[in-house]
T-cell receptor
Framework: GAGVSQSPSNKVTEKGKDVELRCDPI?????LYWYRQSLGQGLEFLIY????????KSGLPSDRFSAERTGGSVSTLTIQRTQQEDSAVYLC???????????FGPGTRLTVL | GENVEQHPSTLSVQEGDSAVIKCTYS??????FPWYKQELGKGPQLIID?????GEKKDQRIAVTLNKTAKHFSLHITETQPEDSAVYFC?????????????FGKGNQVVVIP
């Protein structure tokens, strides 16, 4: 079946602009996670959704970052007033509610000039 | 929070030899330990995982071992092939935050030399 998809695959933006990153999880997966991967680094947790609720937002680095999920499916990560340090690959993963296993999308590479 | 460290950062092996990557973790509450393989330009792919009630798990040429007392776990790849060349990440999860968020190591670049 279809895996996790993310769009766009690449995004180049100017400092100060807002960006929206989209994640389509595997159908039926109730849990959704966003992570950030900076160059040469491991993945850093950002936010967790169960259904449409986000009970764990503790990884969001600042109030410029927000995310939502609608219909228990698609999620959007929004970064306002982007800064150069926001440049990274943003990865989304989904998981069945009963399982630890997380399945990742291909990521969105964000470059802030 | 959980801190996962991964060694070595880069590993080169001859095709057919074995590769071993080691990770340590800090939180004794961690009970789930997945390994991911990431190829250039792609997202991480889950290749094997182990839970804390098991000491070893094998899947064809891949195996993972866990030592809860020492808080370390290792990935073993036998009979390496060129397509095994990738970055490998270890991770740990505990469910302590009310979800299964993972803490990742910084990754290990494995290069299999034909």
């Amino acid at each position: 079946g279809a895996g996790v998809s993310q769009s766009p695959s690449n995004k180049v933006t100017e400092k100060g602009k807002d960006v929206e990153l989209r994640c389509d999880p595997i159908s039926g997966h109730t849990a959704l996670y966003w992570y950030r991967q900076s160059l040469g680094q491991g993945l850093e947790f950002l936010i967790y959704f169960q259904g449409n609720s986000a009970p764990d937002k503790s990884g969001l680095p600042s109030d410029r970052f927000s995310a939502e999920r609608t219909g228990g499916s698609v999620s959007t990560l929004t970064i306002q007033r982007t800064q150069q340090e926001d440049s990274a690959v943003y990865l989304c993963a989904s998981s069945p509610g009963h399982s630890n296993e997380q399945f990742f999308g291909p990521g969105t590479r964000l470059t802030v000039l | 929070g959980e801190n996962v460290e991964q060694h070595p950062s880069t590993l080169s092996v001859q095709e057919g030899d074995s590769a071993v990557i080691k990770c340590t973790y800090s939180d004794s509450a961690s009970n789930y330990f997945p390994w991911y393989k990431q190829e250039l330009g792609k997202g991480p792919q889950l290749i094997i995982d182990i839970r804390s009630n098991v000491g070893e798990k094998k899947d064809q040429r891949i195996a993972v071992t866990l030592n809860k007392t020492a808080k370390h776990f290792s990935l073993h790849i036998t009979e390496t092939q060129p397509e095994d060349s990738a970055v490998y990440f270890c991770a740990a999860g505990s469910g302590s935050y009310g979800n299964n968020r993972l803490a990742f190591g910084k990754g290990n670049q494995v290069v299999v030399i034909p």
